[in-house]
């Protein structure tokens, strides 16, 4: 008997040797993404700060 007619369309489709790693992003992707998100949050408080204080003029 061979695999194909044992397989299931609607299974997890998980294979032999899955490495868990695989699912898993880069720890440097990881970082550079909450530095990004960090800077972006910061330009967006720095812009918001001007329109305040231009606003109250």
Avoid: C, T, W
């Avoid at 790693?21 to 967006?44: C, D």
């Amino acid at each position: 008997m061979s695999d194909s007619e044992h397989y299931d369309p609607l299974g997890p489709g998980r294979r032999v040797n899955e490495d868990p790693q695989e699912k898993r992003m880069p720890r440097g992707v990881i970082i550079r993404l909450f530095a990004y998100l960090v800077a972006g949050h910061i330009v967006a408080a720095f812009l918001y700060l001007l329109f305040v204080v231009a606003g109250s003029k």
